[in-house]
């Protein structure tokens, strides 16, 4: 059974940065497909950032795209995602998640993943 665990979230003006982690266990994620979500209050769970199993090509959602990055180690079983020049509009609770099956379907795409964490709360204040 693989679990996914985010950690790095917590409370940071404005212009400020973050970096979340998110640590796989049960198994390796190396051909998993690795992506980024986040929730506000009272808005849907929106795309941020995602990257395949095989490396190479990010993708980013156009509200972050130059001020956050995804990276994964697959050694170390970990994704983690680099949040700089931070707003108060990116305040959400920020998911990792997994595609563990081929699908086709754009990575950006939430409904593609099956395997969620549980969230870590980013709070950017002004």
């Known amino acids: 059974q693989v679990q996914l665990v985010e950690s790095g979230g917590g409370l940071v003006q404005a212009g400020g940065s973050l970096r979340l982690s998110c640590l796989a266990s049960?198994?390796?994620?190396?051909?998993?497909?690795m992506g980024w979500f986040r929730q506000a209050p009272g808005k849907e769970r929106e795309f941020v950032a995602a990257?395949?199993?095989?490396?190479?090509?990010?993708y980013y959602a156009d509200s972050v795209k130059g001020r956050f990055a995804i990276s994964r180690d697959n050694a170390k079983n970990t994704v983690w995602l680099q949040m700089n020049s931070l707003k108060p509009e990116d305040t959400a609770i920020y998911y990792c998640?997994?595609?563990?099956?081929?699908?086709?379907?754009?990575?950006?795409?939430?409904?593609?993943?099956?395997?969620w964490g549980q969230g870590t709360q980013v709070t950017v204040s002004s």
């Open positions: 998640a997994s595609r563990t099956k081929i699908v086709a379907a754009p990575i950006t795409r939430a409904g593609s993943y099956n395997l």
């Open positions: 990257m395949y199993w095989s490396g190479g090509t990010t």
């Open positions: 049960g198994r390796t994620i190396s051909t998993f497909d």
